[in-house]
């Protein structure tokens, strides 16, 4: 039931960036909106940054920690001043934390509650680590073996952590049954959402791929997300050595990563454009908009805020069957294949726009405008996810004290 009263909620993060931000930088700005303009609770979001810097504006705090950035990462930065983040936490107290990352800053909202027992601990699995992080990244470096037993090191280090949390939730069943054989159970299923309002298909521009220097008047494939290896962006540019020329297709890759000024470099005569993130969300809604198909080959993604924001603009869906893309891509919103199967890729391309992908673009944009929804998101959040924090954080601050009493009583006997 909701809390009837009003609480400071706090974000805590590594996975913040001002540009070429994911999901987790979308769920920042749009829970931000919802607490300001929904509720009466007031927000502390707390992310990395250049330098030390806080803003107040009313109901709203907004934090960054100096922190160095990611190597071979140009727009993300990870936070090791944790003195400087428990600094934040005990200036304004906050009665929820919610972490969305794995890496140090939720030891430092577990810590700073041993300290302060009132605090609520909520955990947002956004990333599945020990797979793409580790696992994968393991292997790749040191061979199979140790990747495995790297993985096994990260799914104790995923018990440990999530473990002492309040509650933790997911963004679905797969991942919440993933958790669960992790030996992580207080889980919540917490699907993300979409504006439909912003990405609509009556945003289309006919010329707006001009813009990007493409002409012709082909199908215009898009992609919005981080260009990097963990995304598989190179494998788009080898789909599209492989669709024939007398398509006349072309591909707008929306985003930054350390991938990008190579494949720019890469695809130089081809009809690709890599224009960056963009900060204007108008222009990535009218940029879904104009094209005919979205396309991505991540393998690993926990819910896909880009590919429901594509259908929501009425576009079909051509990705990989893995993660949660054959959740957010049913049968008949496009087609899945295997991954890093760029041939198979080329062809379902070629098989949703022969077809009818106006049709499946509509059925797209009914499926998510009925099930995907961030007032639905947040309010689900504030009135059940975080009441259920805070039962159970006062359940353990009774059991503690009637173990410390318990003590007492038995050094008395």
Same mark, same amino acid.
């Given at each position: 039931m909701p809390v009837d009263r009003?609480?400071?909620?706090?974000?805590?993060?590594? /996975? $913040?960036?001002? *540009?070429?931000?994911?999901?987790v930088s979308t769920y920042l700005r749009e829970k931000r909106r919802h607490i300001l303009q929904r509720t009466n609770h007031r927000i502390l979001q707390i992310v990395p940054g250049p330098e030390d810097r806080v803003v107040e504006d009313g109901r709203m705090i907004w934090v960054e920690v100096g922190a160095r950035q990611v190597r071979g990462s140009p727009n993300y930065r990870f936070i090791m001043?944790?003195?400087?983040?428990?600094?934040?936490?005990? *200036?304004?107290?906050?009665?929820?934390?919610?972490?969305?990352?794995?890496?140090?800053?939720?030891?430092?909202?577990?810590?700073?509650?041993?300290?302060?027992?009132?605090?609520?601990?909520v955990a947002g699995y956004h990333t599945d680590f020990p797979n793409v992080h580790v696992h994968r990244v393991g292997s790749q470096m040191f061979g199979e073996t140790l990747g /495995?037993?790297? @993985?096994?090191?990260?799914?104790?280090?995923?018990?440990?952590?999530?473990?002492?949390?309040?509650?933790? $939730?997911?963004?679905?069943?797969?991942?919440?049954?993933?958790?669960?054989? $992790?030996?992580?159970?207080?889980?919540?299923?917490?699907?993300?959402?979409?504006?439909?309002?912003?990405?609509?298909?009556?945003?289309r521009d006919a010329h707006w791929r001009e813009r990007f220097g493409l002409s012709g008047n082909g199908p215009l494939l898009v992609y919005a997300g981080r260009i990097d290896n963990e995304?598989?962006?190179?494998?788009?540019?080898?789909?599209?050595?492989?669709?024939?020329?007398?398509?006349?297709?072309?591909?707008?890759?929306?985003?930054?990563?350390?991938? @990008?000024? /190579?494949?720019? +470099?890469?695809?130089?005569?081809?009809?690709?454009?890599?224009?960056?993130?963009?900060?204007?969300?108008?222009?990535? +809604?009218?940029?879904?908009?104009?094209?005919?198909? $979205?396309? /991505?080959?991540? +393998?690993?993604?926990?819910?896909?805020?880009?590919?429901?924001?594509?259908?929501?603009?009425?576009?079909?869906v051509v990705g990989v069957a893995s993660g949660a893309m054959p959740a957010r891509v049913p049968a008949g919103l496009g087609l899945l294949g295997p991954v890093d199967d760029v041939d198979a890729m080329a062809a379902n391309v070629l098989a949703v726009l022969r077809g009818d992908p106006a049709a499946m673009g509509r059925a797209a944009r009914a499926h998510v405008s009925q099930q995907f929804n961030w007032e639905q998101t947040f309010s689900r959040l504030v009135s059940e996810v975080y009441p259920e924090a805070i039962a159970s954080a006062a359940w353990r601050r009774r059991r503690s004290g009637a173990g410390l009493v318990a003590g007492l009583l038995q050094g008395a006997a």
């Open positions: 009003e609480l400071l909620i706090c974000d805590l993060t590594q /996975s $913040y960036a001002p *540009r070429g931000g994911g999901g001043r944790t003195k400087a983040v428990r600094e934040v936490l005990e *200036r304004y107290r906050p009665d929820v934390i919610e972490s969305l990352c794995p890496w140090v800053l939720p030891w430092t909202a577990i810590n700073y509650r041993r300290a302060h027992p009132d605090t609520a601990l /495995s037993a790297l @993985r096994q090191i990260s799914i104790a280090y995923a018990r440990a952590t999530y473990g002492a949390f309040d509650r933790v $939730y997911a963004l679905s069943n797969k991942v919440r049954e993933q958790l669960a054989g $992790y030996g992580v159970d207080h889980v919540d299923v917490l699907s993300l959402g979409v504006d439909t309002e912003m990405f609509n298909p009556a945003r995304k598989r962006a190179d494998r788009l540019v080898e789909m599209m050595r492989r669709l024939p020329r007398d398509l006349g297709a072309s591909l707008i890759m929306v985003g930054d990563g350390k991938l @990008r000024e /190579s494949l720019i +470099a890469e695809t130089a005569g081809m009809p690709i454009a890599l224009p960056g993130f963009m900060d204007d969300r108008d222009a990535l +809604a009218i940029t879904y908009a104009s094209s005919d198909l $979205y396309v /991505s080959a991540m +393998a690993d993604e926990t819910f896909g805020i880009s590919v429901i924001e594509a259908q929501a603009s009425g576009l079909p």
